[in-house]
């Protein structure tokens, strides 16, 4: 079976919609996004369509409506889109993609104190070393 394409920036809109409520109709989709982003519920539409032909979405009929559901966890594709970014423009390199992100957005305390977390627990995964 043929790789799934990775999704556009546009469909990751849609995809975490979908992956926040479990499923959702096109209205739904719609009304989730129409406050951050124009779109108008056609498009949403043809998108949910386009993205089912690439293997995203899947639907089943309720009544007179499509339910769509996201065929992949988020966290998977995330990972998948993640490693695909840290390998093509950071060159595998971690510290290069972290120092980057920081760069671009400055963290909260909150997100500083998970950051330490996480070293933390990578650390001990290591085995200190």
């Known amino acids: 079976m043929a790789e799934r394409p990775e999704p556009t ?3 990751l809109l849609l995809l975490k919609v979908l992956w926040e409520r ?3 109709t ?3 989709v719609w009304e989730a ?8 519920q056609n498009t949403v539409q043809a998108f949910l369509r386009l993205m089912e032909d690439k293997g995203l979405v ?3 009929t309720e009544g007179r409506s499509f339910v769509y559901r996201a065929t992949t966890p988020g966290d998977k594709t995330k990972k998948n889109l993640l490693s695909g970014l840290l390998d ?3 060159d ?4 290069q993609l972290v120092a980057s992100a920081l760069a671009a957005k400055k963290p909260s305390a909150d997100e500083l ?3 330490r977390a996480l070293l933390a627990e990578a650390e001990r995964k290591r085995g200190g070393a």
Do not use: K, Q
């Not at 996004?33 to 108008?40: A, D, F, H, N």
């Not at 595998?92 to 510290?95: A, E, Q, V």
């Open 33 to 40: 996004l129409r406050e951050e982003v124009p779109i108008v």
């Open 92 to 95: 595998g390199s971690l510290d």
């Open 113 to 115: 104190t998970r950051l």
């Open 9 to 11: 920036d546009r469909e």
């Open 22 to 24: 479990g499923e959702a």
């Open 88 to 90: 093509s423009v950071f």
């Open 58 to 60: 899947t639907h089943r």
């Open 26 to 28: 096109v209205r739904e």
